[in-house]
């Protein structure tokens, strides 16, 4: 099977391979939004767009963070038909852990080869005719994403990183075994509070950059934040 962009496109000046959705033509109506569901580790976000259907998807899990792998879910699901029901899937934050609002696209057309490629949020705005909803790495709250919808207020939802989800349950489980007034257990239910802490803080450290207007990350136009940290409660 061949997924991607034709190699035959032709490159941007900077040398990054384009795709369908870095060389649509501007749209004539806005894109109708085709609702969420959960394909693999995946949450996903979808549109019927001027090239097609276009998917937007959101790594549950650390180990599924390309479009390559929201293919390869997709395939599995659909099987022969998954090129059927997109032409182009995305993801947001595909290289995980640097939570920064980058994204990689892939299509699928007979012809193309599996070349990843970069489009901007703008461009996808412009294709979705809505901007298009980001979520940190720690806010990834499968329910919020799959209850998304265009225009809708940010969803406020415990920040936690799949990969520090573990160790926090592991630590209030050793709380909840200990006796009341354990030292032992005063140090784990102290642990668990400074992991959230921590995936708390690195989500509104990256929300706050986002927002600054002299922000470190190029592109944030036609993004919108979809989910921010519930306050700590200690």
């Not at 919020?144 to 936690?160: D, E, T």
Request: with cysteine; proline share 8%.
């Amino acid at each position: 099977m061949n997924f991607g962009r034709n190699t035959a496109a032709q490159p941007e000046p900077d040398g990054e391979p384009q795709g369908l959705l870095t060389t649509a033509p501007r749209p004539g109506a806005a894109a109708a939004f085709q609702g969420a569901e959960l394909i693999g580790r995946f949450a996903v976000l979808s549109w019927d767009t001027a090239v097609g259907r276009v998917a937007m998807g959101y790594a549950l899990s650390p180990a599924y963070s390309s479009p390559r792998a929201l293919l390869a879910a997709r395939w599995e699901k659909y099987g022969r038909k998954a090129a059927e029901h997109y032409q182009a899937v995305v993801v947001s934050d595909s290289v995980w852990g640097l939570d920064a609002p980058h994204l990689e696209a892939c299509d699928l057309l007979p012809e193309d080869t599996g070349r990843p490629y970069k489009p901007s949020w703008a461009q996808l705005a412009r294709l979705f005719g809505t901007e298009v909803p980001y979520w940190h790495g720690s806010l990834r709250d499968e329910k919020a994403i799959l209850a998304w919808r265009p225009g809708a207020a940010a969803a406020v939802v415990a920040a936690q990183y799949p990969q520090t989800r573990a160790a926090e349950d592991a630590l209030l489980r050793l709380a909840a075994y200990e006796p009341d007034g354990s030292p032992a257990g005063q140090v784990c239910l102290w642990l668990a509070r400074e992991v959230h802490r921590r995936d708390t803080a690195a989500a509104l450290s990256m929300l706050k950059s986002i927002h600054e207007d002299k922000s470190p990350f190029d592109g944030c136009k036609g993004l919108v934040v979809a989910a921010r940290p519930a306050p700590l409660g200690r």
